[in-house]
């Protein structure tokens, strides 16, 4: 309870330290110590609070919102998603989801929806944020079953598949550049094989994931725009359709994986 406060705290102050070390074996330790806890459940909280209290012009809660399996099902919604959504005509991932089901049930402008999806260092959460990992975590040990059904959802699949392996910008760098090996370093990070069940199973079924070094949840699409970013590649625009693709393509590769979000990172 009110010692949960304490651990993000201590969190904090000691990722530092260990940070500056950059060795996997050390978040290895520290998730150990961690245990079952993680800092991230304070946000899944605030996530549920939100999920539930009326908000908006229409002054309505998101309890109304299909995330795929029904109006207000939210249990194992994650881990089959990104899918189609039929009054959408689009795949929509989690945050592309609640962003419609923002506009579409509470009235916010569409712009609204998507203004600030990630906080700011030592800012508290965004709804965005707090959502996804309540959502996510209403799918923990549930099997990533992301569909492949609809033709807008191979299509997904098959432009994701073709992102990830574009090469392009000052570095001619592509997705796989960097993730398309295993046991590969860079400023000895490790880089996991996202071309293998093994690294995408592991990198799907943990984000939304609590980043030790920036004490905030991040999203999946945060974790995509991040490694856009790396790639020296324009700015991803969220909840884009190559962001979507992306995470498709991630997610199909990762069948069967159970989820295991929020996840604890870097
Ligand atoms: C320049 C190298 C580089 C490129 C290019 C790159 N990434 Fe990454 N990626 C990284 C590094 C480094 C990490 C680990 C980051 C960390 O621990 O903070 C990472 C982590 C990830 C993760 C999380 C893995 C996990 O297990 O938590 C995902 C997902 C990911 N990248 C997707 C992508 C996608 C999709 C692209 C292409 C749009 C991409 N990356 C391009 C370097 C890169």
Redesign the pocket.
């Known amino acids: 309870m009110n010692w949960k406060p304490a651990l993000a705290v201590v969190a904090m102050v000691i990722s530092l330290p260990l940070l500056a070390q950059n060795d996997d074996n050390i978040f290895a330790q520290y998730r150990a110590m961690f245990g079952d806890d993680n800092p991230a459940e304070l946000v899944e909280m605030q996530g549920e609070e939100l999920w539930k209290t009326a908000r908006g012009p229409r002054h309505v809660a998101l309890t109304a919102c299909d995330l795929g399996l029904g109006a207000g099902v939210v249990a194992g919604a994650y881990a089959r998603l990104p899918r189609y959504f039929q009054d959408a005509d689009r795949v929509q991932d989690l945050e592309a989801r609640l962003a419609y089901c923002m506009v579409k049930l509470q009235g916010f402008k569409p712009e609204e929806a998507v203004a600030k999806p990630y906080s700011e260092q030592g800012q508290p959460a965004t709804d965005m944020e707090a959502l996804a990992a309540w959502i996510a975590g209403q799918s923990r040990g549930v099997p990533v079953a992301v569909p492949q059904t609809h033709p807008k959802e191979k299509a997904a699949f098959e432009l994701g598949r073709q ?2 392996n574009y090469r392009a910008g000052p ?1 001619d ?3 796989a ?3 398309s090996q295993s046991d590969r370093r ?2 000895l ?4 094989n ?1 071309t293998a069940a093994k ?1 995408a199973r ?3 079924a ?2 939304p ?1 609590y ?1 030790i ?1 920036q004490g905030a949840v991040r999203t ?1 699409q945060w ?2 725009g991040d ?2 970013r ?2 020296r ?1 324009p700015q ?1 625009v969220f909840t884009s359709d190559a962001a979507i693709a ?1 995470i498709t393509y ?1 997610g199909v590769l990762a069948a069967g994986e159970p989820m295991a979000a929020p ?1 604890l ?2």
């Open positions: 992102l990830f570095y760098f592509s997705c550049t960097c993730h860079i400023r990070q490790a880089l996991p996202l690294g592991s990198a799907f943990t984000w994931g980043r070094s999946m974790r995509v490694c856009v790396q790639q590649f991803l992306l991630m996840g990172k870097r």
